[in-house]
């Protein structure tokens, strides 16, 4: 198990448009691993590779269904609306309001570099397109509606 040190709003890793996946190599299957391992750690139900300071389009997501990869994600269609609490390992201890798709469907590569779609909605959906932010250099507060807020301890 390797963990990886999570990026904090304001690092330039946080802003960049990250480069597509070109091949499945043991580099990036490591990265892949160590993604759900600080995922995991820090209690988060997902993780992009620039908040490791990688810049490639790859994310881990698991809203306690278990974990799905996306590798090059793109959303093919999205349906519906929610809004709701979102928060980000990135911006810790802050959380705010963020109006998305309730359903979308995604076409993301898996480990064997072919295309597959994998849909989701509610927290799922939320999930997969609030990391999918993250590849383009976007992070949720750039979309929050009001303020962000703080999170009260709960110790
Ligand atoms: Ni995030």
């Given amino acids: 198990m390797a963990l990886r040190n999570i990026r904090e709003i304001g690092e330039e890793c946080l ?30 139900v997902g993780l992009a590779a620039p908040q490791v300071g990688v810049r490639k389009r790859v994310a881990v997501v698991d809203v306690g269904e278990g974990p799905v990869v996306l590798i090059n994600p793109e959303v093919v269609e999205t349906e519906g609306e929610q ?9 810790p201890g802050k959380c705010g309001i963020v109006t998305r798709p309730m359903k979308v469907k995604v076409k993301t590569r898996n480990l064997d570099f072919e295309w597959e779609e994998i849909e989701g909605e509610g927290l799922f959906a939320r999930a997969m397109l609030h990391e999918m932010d993250h590849l383009d250099g976007i992070l949720y507060v ?4 009001g303020e962000v807020q703080d999170i009260e301890a709960e110790d």
């Avoid at 480069?19 to 600080?38: F, M, Q």
Wanted: hydrophobic share 30%; proline share 2%; charged share 35%.
């Fill in 15 to 44: 802003r960049c448009v990250c480069k597509e996946v070109t091949e499945i190599n043991p580099r990036l299957l490591e990265l892949i691993e160590d993604l759900k391992d600080t995922m995991y750690e820090a209690d988060g």
């Fill in 83 to 91: 809004t709701g609490n979102e928060g980000c390992l990135s911006v």
């Fill in 142 to 145: 750039d979309k929050v509606e």
